[in-house]
């Protein structure tokens, strides 16, 4: 019997649990409690709480743990302030969740196994008085004056936030949760390392703990990792006093300044963009004031010319008329400053070769090029930028000398080397093609027409060949040929076509460099033979493999034992007649299934432990065990053997299984 005055006034309770099974939990945990009378109505999801508050009001709110608190006290302080929230766990709770649900607003909180406690807060919750007109008018005051500073706190763009020193998140504005996309009241709750990486959260905590056990506020830039976006902020810590001047929570409020902050560094990536271009050059930079002294030189001066930037400025002297440049130059180059500075335009340019001293002594040949950009505020100077040509030079001289050797080079050469005109006939020819192809009566191959050297059936195909080369400039195209020797004797040749420009870009002569194949195509027409006679063997031992085949299909379709293959990974792959006769299984219901399926299931383990063992130590397994084939059927006792099928790498990855009706035995 419950143990309250049934004939009081029913008090009125409003479940609210995650789901249906939930909620029906708690309703019978309820009464349970034997406090009477009670009025209780139940919902399922804390979207549908504020219609059923609208409905009607009721005493006391209970709501299982497993939902958020948060928006649960979100609804209620919107619909119904004022109305005590008790936090029902049906599962252990930690003290951690406790203090947090108290710390959020809710009257208590108790789980359901332990039914006095259970009971008792209850009572406790439904005894307390409700409040007066005044205390009421007083509540409805604060909330319009919360309201009040809750609109200033929403209309600002910075992130405003409350935390414990615990990390857990007390309020947030909807600038704060808009980078979660969620709404504010949905992070009421959650931990700082649940909101930002660990180590961006440990060095928030860290502030926060330091503001609220020192009392004082802390001011910071720093980055912060927002759902995987990196985000920079001004960041502004400060205590929060309670009524008692104790502090328990930091309010964070944070203007983003990402926009500022990748701006300031995408300025400083460019200057240091600018100073590395000029740095890693492979030409000296240098700036020279009004008075022509040296103002700048770039860090390459040492690569170039040995020197150090100190010892370079020092040793330049006034108008770079110091020992570094030659005495033959000094007048040169300071005619063209001198010119430069007088010439009319803002922005001339002279340009001349100068040598400068190598810090080993020696001169090195540089082409200078000098601007004014006196007038430009940045700079303010004549820059001069100077490329060393000391290697140009001497690989000029080189050239010339390399051209002497090409010649011989190219007689020396193995290939068959011919140029061609328009018309068709040879114009060159290097001595390796004479020697092999020379005409019997000796005339010489310079001004025939090509094509008498071609054989009369590849005529076409030659033709055809230069007309796709000089339809194709630059791409050489390449054609096989077979030439006739003095002694009768066939030669394999490769040749290539690449039409030749002049100076003036115009194409009057076809480069045809050919190469002797005759090996190659010796051991294509091998290949060819040995591939044929591979074929052959192949097509003869697919025969002996197909009748084989159908030598072991007709053993397993009529074997009286069921026959099956085992997939360690994916189950049985294929089985036989006698296997689906035996189950009593099709096809479509036995593939991809584990073997174990249709055993009984106190044979399931000994199954499983067999086909690991049978895998693992590559040798058969027999076991013995009961099914009941088919619905109403008797049990079959049957014997399995699991042997393994080994791969060429030695792994087992399946099975052959045969299943034997030993019952009759």
Known sequence: MPDEDSSAAARQILIVGAGADEADTLRRALDCTRIAPLSVRTTTAVESLPAA??????????????????????????????????????????????????????????????????????????????????????????RASEERYRSLIESTDAVISVFDASGMLLYANAVAARPFGVPPEAMIGRRMHELFPASSADRQLGTIRRVIESG??????????????????????QPVREASGEITSALINAVDITERVRAAHKLEDREKYFHALIDSAHDLTVVLDAQLGVNYVSSSVLDILGHSREAFVSGAGTALNGPLVHPEDVARLQQGIRSLRQAETAEGKQTAEVRLRHADGSWRMFEVTITNLLADASVAGLVVNARDVTARRAAEAALRHSEARLHSLVASQTAFNTRVDMDGRITYCNPRYEQQFAREDGRPLLGIDSLEMVAPEDHARV?????????????????????????????????????????????????????????????????????????????????????????????????????????????IQQANTAFEELFGQSAAQYIGKPLETFMREADAPLVRASISEAALTHSTRHIDVQIQPRAGGERLDIEISLAPVNRSDKQVTSLVCIIRDVSKR
């Open 53 to 142: 508050l609208q409905t009607q009001p009721v005493d006391v709110l209970l709501s299982s743990a497993s939902l958020s608190l948060a928006a649960v006290l979100q609804a209620v302080h919107r619909e119904q302030p004022g109305l005590p929230v008790v936090v029902a766990a049906l599962s252990p709770l930690r003290v951690s969740q406790a203090v947090a649900a108290m710390r959020l607003g809710a009257a208590g909180v108790a789980e359901v196994a332990d039914r006095e406690g259970f009971a008792a807060l209850l009572r406790e919750v439904l005894a307390q008085d409700r409040c007066s007109d005044a205390a009421a008018a007083a509540q409805a005051a604060l």
């Open 216 to 237: 004082r506020g802390e001011t910071s830039e720093a980055e912060s990792i927002v759902e995987g976006r990196s985000l920079w902020y001004r960041t502004s810590v």
């Open 463 to 571: 033709q055809a060949a230069v007309l796709d080369c000089l339809t194709h400039i630059d791409h050489p195209v390449q054609i096989e040929l077979r030439k006739q020797l003095r002694d009768g004797s066939t030669m394999w040749t490769l040749w290539e076509f690449t039409a030749v420009r002049e100076a003036d870009g115009v194409v009057r002569e076809v480069q045809c460099v050919g190469f002797d194949i005759s090996q190659q195509k010796r051991a294509e027409i091998a290949l060819q033979e040995s591939r044929a006679l591979l074929e052959e063997r192949v097509a003869e031992r697919t025969v002996q493999l197909e009748q084989v085949k159908d030598r072991l299909e007709a053993i397993f379709n009529h074997s009286g034992d069921g026959i099956l293959l085992l997939d360690l990974d994916r189950g």
